[in-house]
């Protein structure tokens, strides 16, 4: 997973991802579609291929390439665990907010009371 999220921390590459989101394309379809080389394009593919996060697909004189799902299936599932945790604490915000939105006397009865000492 380390590899995939290394991959994608480029932003041509994440854009070449999110691109090949719709479907395979060419090397050149994607270059024209990003505004870039077929250098710079073959490039960032080598790496999204070496973290095998794409698949290529030789058709005579060209190169499709299409997302291969597992890698980010991965990452999915290990976010998965982060959404649930800032689900959890946006819940609580929204209560502590809605409780302290209600007015000064419940606004106040939310404050801690010092402890006495003896």
């Known amino acids: 997973m380390l590899q995939t999220?290394?991959?994608?921390?480029?932003?041509?590459?994440l854009r070449?991802?999110?691109?090949l989101?719709?479907?395979?394309?060419r090397v050149g379809d994607i270059g024209e579609l990003?505004?870039?080389?077929?250098?710079?394009?073959s490039k960032h593919l080598r790496v999204l291929k070496e973290a095998h996060?794409?698949?290529?697909?030789?058709?005579?004189?060209?190169?499709?390439?299409?997302?291969?799902?597992e890698p980010l299936?991965?990452?999915?599932?290990?976010l998965e665990g982060y959404?649930?945790?800032?689900?959890e604490r946006m819940d609580q915000l929204d209560t502590l907010?809605?409780?302290?939105?209600e007015g000064p006397s419940r606004g106040a009865s939310l404050r801690k009371k010092p402890k006495r000492r003896k």
């Open 5 to 13: 999220l290394s991959a994608l921390a480029e932003p041509n590459r």
């Open 16 to 19: 070449i991802v999110e691109l």
């Open 21 to 25: 989101r719709d479907g395979p394309r």
């Open 34 to 41: 990003l505004h870039l080389n077929q250098p710079q394009v």
């Open 53 to 69: 996060i794409v698949e290529v697909e030789p058709r005579a004189q060209e190169r499709i390439y299409g997302l291969a799902a």
């Open 73 to 78: 299936r991965e990452l999915s599932q290990w």
């Open 83 to 87: 959404r649930q945790l800032w689900s």
């Open 97 to 101: 907010v809605g409780e302290l939105t």
